[in-house]
């Protein structure tokens, strides 16, 4: 039988939401998870840090021995640790990637350098792009290709709508916000003749 620690294509979202409610308030979840994250030294007090990425990897990697028995065989040998690299990379957009966010016209400004949006940050390199991975609650599509993965959190996050939402306490909200930005990366947000009533109202303005 599974341990409820192990990463399984059915748990993963359960673990990342049980994981996110932890950051913002340890009292919201069981003690035996709360134990548990403590156990690894997983500190509640900061959300996206070198030192959370290698954290979590090691949590996850240790638990990551028990696999679901239906998985398909590629899913079954996808590295835990690579796995796991993979979900903080889609968090990191959701966190930061608005600083990347091309968010002036007339380019004045040079755009931050964000370390955590690089896959290399999280050990992730060239090699591992054509790799097929687990998206976790990455809104749209179950599984890709690291090089998918990427255009998708780049194309929502850093295109030119600054989406800042992860500060927000009810992850049903977060959710919502998701659903509507990532399957369409982004795009088809507004149709044809609300941008021309925007641009009215700009002009107008």
Not at 36 to 64: C, N, P, W
Not at 148 to 159: A, F, G, M, R
């Amino acid at each position: 039988m599974d341990s409820p620690f192990s990463v399984t294509g059915e748990n993963l979202n359960y673990i990342e939401e049980l994981y996110n409610s932890y950051l913002k308030n340890p009292e919201s979840i069981a003690e035996e998870w709360r134990s548990y994250f403590r156990k690894h030294g997983l500190d509640s007090t900061e959300v996206i840090t070198s030192e959370y990425h290698k954290q979590a990897e090691t949590l996850m990697a240790e638990k990551a021995k028990s696999k679901n028995k239906n998985a398909t065989a590629e899913s079954s040998q996808v590295d835990p640790v690579k796995q796991v690299a993979v979900l903080q990379l889609i968090n990191a957009y959701r966190f930061r990637g608005h600083r990347r966010a091309n968010l002036d016209p007339l380019n004045q400004y040079e755009r931050p350098k964000v370390p955590e949006l690089s896959p290399e940050f999280h050990g992730l390199f060239r090699e591992d792009m054509g790799k097929t991975f687990n998206t976790g609650s990455l809104q749209g599509v179950e599984e890709a290709t690291l090089e998918e993965i990427l255009n998708i959190v780049k194309s929502t996050y850093c295109q030119n709508i600054g989406a800042e939402y992860m500060h927000i306490v009810e992850t049903s909200e977060k959710r919502w916000i998701q659903q509507r930005l990532e399957p369409q990366k982004g795009n088809g947000l507004l149709d044809d003749d609300r941008r021309k009533q925007l641009l009215r109202c700009l002009i107008a303005a």
